[in-house]
């Protein structure tokens, strides 16, 4: 027979399910047969290792800390599909991201992504047969659309920076995205304080807006200015758009103003 290959696991303590993959070329006649055995590394007692079927184990404190979390979710304009980004630490500490479409009937998996950095954000562009999602990488991110006929994805423009909440227009013919600005240091190495609020590491972090058409990806935007966006919502037929803006007044409570803006 084929020389036997051997593969070294470094496990943590518990019961742990083990996968083996087996390849067969159809076109030979010998026998497709397959045989392994596991034991202990060196130095470790063969009492410490275990072989079993069963499925069962008994639950530790991962179980319970780790388990895998659902960071946004969005129910199919149908009421068909519901796509979710989950997160999970793993053992080595390192934080894992991916998307699930899942059936809302009985929560059968349709379809799920991995890679790409970490994963989130989803939303469902109007016609329901497109599906938005950011990945992020540091202070970076990017928007793509998954189409759910074709199985395509493609990316909406460039690098954003600072990406925060975004939303699809009523027609699917562009999204509304806001982002955050940091305020340049002060090359002096001091900071003189504006008010009370200045005394925040981030107060003086602004958020706008800005328009990203599809599927071309050109970028306009849309607020600017000394004081942060906020609240903000599309028109049902999209052509206008609504928002606050706010910034602290301590000459009465509740000691802030706010505007509204069309």
């Known amino acids: 027979g084929a020389p036997p290959h051997r593969a070294t696991l470094k496990l943590t303590p518990g019961k742990h399910l083990l996968l083996v993959h087996a390849v067969h070329d159809p076109a030979k006649a010998e026998p497709w047969r397959l045989a392994a055995a596991v034991g202990a590394g060196k130095g470790m007692p063969a009492e410490a ?35 979710c980004s989950l997160a999970q630490t793993g053992p080595d500490g390192k934080r894992e991201t991916w998307l699930a479409l899942r059936r809302a009937a009985d929560g059968r998996l349709e379809r799920s992504w991995r890679g790409g950095g970490a994963l989130g954000r989803v939303h469902w562009a109007p016609d329901g047969r497109r599906l938005s999602y950011a990945t992020s990488r540091e202070e970076k991110s990017s928007l793509w659309v998954h189409d759910l006929d074709s199985g395509a994805t493609t990316r909406l423009g460039g690098e954003i920076d600072q990406l925060g909440d975004y939303r699809w227009s009523p027609d699917g013919a562009f999204v509304v995205y806001e982002f955050s600005q940091k305020a340049e240091p002060d090359k002096r190495k001091v900071k003189r304080l504006q008010n009370l609020a200045d005394r925040m590491p981030d107060w003086r972090e602004r958020t706008y807006l800005a328009l990203l058409t599809v599927p071309d990806g050109a970028v306009r935007r849309l607020t600017a200015g000394p004081w942060s966006t906020g609240n903000w919502r599309l028109s049902p037929d999209g052509g206008r758009l609504l928002f606050f803006r706010e910034w602290p007044d301590y000459g009465a409570r509740p000691f802030s103003r706010s505007e509204l803006w069309e």
């Not at 069962?56 to 519901?82: E, F, N, Y």
């Open 49 to 83: 290792l275990a072989v079993s079927t069963r499925p069962d184990r008994a639950q530790d404190i991962h179980d319970v800390l780790d388990a895998p979390t659902i960071t946004s979710a969005a129910l199919s304009p149908d009421g068909k599909l519901v796509a």
